[in-house]
C-alpha cells in the first residue's frame, strides 16, 4: 500500500503532489482516514486480483475521506517540506489542492535571476492549483487551469518547478511534470470526478 497510495492520490489530483479555503475549513476525523484506508487497500487487492476484463467494480471515496488519510495516516507518504495537504472534487472531472510548501528549500536549488519570482518567495507559504483531471482506458491526464501562492496567480513554470522538485524519486530523478499522462495503479480504468467525491471504477 505504500507504493500504491501516492499514485493513487495524484491519480485523484496530480495538484495533490503540492496538495481552497473549503478545503481548509472542512472537518476530518480519524474515522474518515479509516474508511479511505480500507478502501484502497480493497482497491489495490482487487488491482491485484485476475478477474473478467468485462467485470468493473467502483469503490467512491469523498473529500473528507481522503484528506483525513492525508492528515492522520499518510506519513512519510507526503514529501518533507509539505504541510497541511488538502484535495477537492469540484465536479465535471475539476480537482483542486491546496497545502502549504517550504519555498526555500526550492529556491535554493539554484542561483536566481531578478525575473524568476522564486528569488522572491521565502519561508513557507500556501500553494493552490486547480484543473482538470481526464481518465480513459487506464490512463490519466491533468490540464492544470489556475495556480497561485498567497492568493496570487503565478505562472505553470512556477508551479511546474516546485512540483518537479516535490516529487523526485531515485528512480525519477526529474520528478513528475504534470502534462505528461500517466498510467493509473492497481488497474484503474476511469476516475469519475464528482461535487465532494470521486468514483474509482476497476
Known amino acids: 500500500m505504500y507504493v500504491h497510495a501516492p499514485n493513487l492520490l495524484r491519480g485523484l489530483a496530480v495538484?495533490?503532489?503540492?496538495?481552497?479555503?473549503?478545503?481548509?475549513?472542512?472537518?476530518?476525523?480519524k474515522e474518515d482516514a479509516a474508511r479511505f484506508q480500507t478502501k484502497l487497500a480493497?482497491?489495490?487487492q482487487l488491482g491485484n486480483t485476475t478477474r473478467s476484463p468485462r467485470a468493473s467494480r467502483t469503490t467512491q471515496v469523498t473529500d473528507a475521506e481522503v484528506n483525513a488519510y492525508l492528515k492522520y495516516s499518510?506519513?512519510?507518504?507526503?514529501?518533507?517540506?509539505?504541510?497541511?495537504?488538502?484535495l477537492s472534487a469540484l465536479g465535471n472531472?475539476?480537482?483542486?489542492?491546496?497545502a502549504i510548501v517550504d519555498l526555500d528549500a526550492v529556491r535554493k536549488?539554484?542561483?536566481r535571476g531578478w525575473s524568476d519570482p522564486l528569488a522572491?518567495?521565502?519561508g513557507r507559504l500556501p500553494i493552490t492549483a486547480a484543473g482538470t483531471l481526464t481518465?480513459?482506458?487506464g490512463l490519466g491526464k491533468f490540464q492544470l487551469e489556475s495556480a497561485g501562492i498567497s492568493g496570487v496567480t503565478i505562472p505553470k513554470a512556477l508551479l511546474q518547478e516546485l512540483l518537479s522538485y516535490y516529487s523526485k524519486t531515485a528512480q525519477n530523478p526529474a520528478g513528475i511534470n504534470m502534462d505528461d499522462p500517466f498510467v493509473l495503479p492497481a488497474?484503474?480504468?476511469?476516475?469519475?470526478?464528482?461535487?465532494?467525491?470521486?468514483?474509482?471504477v476497476q
Open 93 to 98: 472531472g475539476r480537482v483542486g489542492g491546496r
Open 187 to 200: 488497474r484503474i480504468r476511469e476516475i469519475k470526478v464528482g461535487q465532494g467525491s470521486a468514483t474509482i
Open 74 to 86: 499518510a506519513g512519510d507518504q507526503v514529501p518533507v517540506g509539505i504541510v497541511d495537504p488538502a
Open 135 to 137: 481518465t480513459q482506458n
Open 120 to 122: 522572491y518567495l521565502t
Open 42 to 44: 480493497q482497491i489495490v
Open 109 to 111: 536549488q539554484k542561483k
Open 15 to 29: 495538484a495533490a503532489a503540492l496538495s481552497v479555503s473549503l478545503a481548509a475549513q472542512m472537518r476530518v476525523t
